[in-house]
Every structure is written in C-alpha cells, then in structure tokens.
C-alpha cells in the first residue's frame, strides 16, 4: 500500500515539475518617445471603422485562492477601460481589489484579443464589455464579453510643419519640413 502512496506521489511531482504555463500577450497601442533632443515628425493616421457589423470576443478563467486554473493564454495588451479610474483610492491601494483588478483586466483582454482576432483590425471602437463574476469561498470565475466595431489605421503620413514670422507685414517662412 505504502509503495502505490509513494509511486502515485512521484507520478504527480514528476507531473508538476515537467508541466509549463504558456502566455501569449499582444499590444495595440505604443507609448511616445520621449527624448528631449530628437526632433520627430508628427505621424498621423485616419482610422476606417466597419460600420457595417459588430466583432464580438468572450473569455472566461477560473481562479482557486489567487491561482489561475483555467481560462485563455492570448491577451491584448494595452486596452484601457474606463472602470479603472473610477475607484476611490483606498480601492485602488486595497491590495486583495489590485490582485481582483488585475484577474479581471486579464480576462477582458483575452475577450479583446479575441474579437480583435475575427479579422484584420487594428483597434477596438466603442467596446462594450459584459462582466459576470461568480464568487465561491474558495473560487472565483470571470466570464467576459466584449462587443464593439474593428477599425484599421490607414492612410500613415507626416505632417509638415510651416513657420511663419511676420516682420514689417512681410511673411517670412524660417522652416518648411
């Protein structure tokens, strides 16, 4: 008996040391540059909605304690939601609210992911999200649906910059990029 204990135990610690967790993160926004020294020329980009059809993306994790068990491995990265600056900031230095913030950020971006991912789209356009939470003792499952139209940035280009100084009514361009 005490040998089958003991395989049995091996088998599962063998289990759990060759297992691995995969993540995949994807990012639709970029930060600026910020060096004082570099000039840049302004890129801008019109942004083509589909009107014609919503895209849609669902995920759902399960959490035991702080533990994820299950749920999408696919995520979209920078996507902010407008329920984060509406905490109080003892919510927002609560750390068990931080740890239930970052769970659910999680989950909806695994649900932007995927809706981003039913065709050729750059940015999600008036995302509508859905949030249902079930709270066990020790448990918690987040389902989330997201809702809203797939644009693409098109039409990239630089803006050129004209400076004019009148002197004695006289226009005189200094800089024409």
Avoid: W
């Amino acid at each position: 008996m005490k040998k089958t204990i003991s395989k049995i135990a091996l088998f599962g610690i063998i289990i759990v040391a060759f297992s691995s967790c995969v993540s995949t993160n994807k990012g639709f926004q970029s930060s600026p540059v910020l060096a004082r020294k570099v000039q840049l020329d302004p890129i801008k980009a019109d942004i083509k909605v589909d009107e014609t059809k919503k895209i849609k993306g669902e995920s759902t994790s399960s959490f035991f304690l702080m533990f994820r068990v299950s749920g999408d491995k696919s995520f979209a990265d920078g996507i902010n939601y407008s329920t984060d600056a509406s905490a109080s900031l003892a919510e927002q230095l609560n750390p068990f609210k931080l740890a239930q913030a970052g769970r659910l950020n999680k989950v909806r971006g695994a649900a932007a992911y995927k809706a981003l991912a039913t065709g050729d789209f750059d940015v999600l356009v008036h995302p509508n999200y859905t949030t249902t939470v079930e709270n066990y003792i020790l448990f918690k499952k987040y389902k989330v649906t997201v809702e809203g139209y797939g644009a693409k940035y098109v039409n990239f280009r630089t803006e050129k910059q004209k400076i004019v100084i009148l002197q004695d009514g006289k226009e005189i361009v200094v800089q024409d990029k």
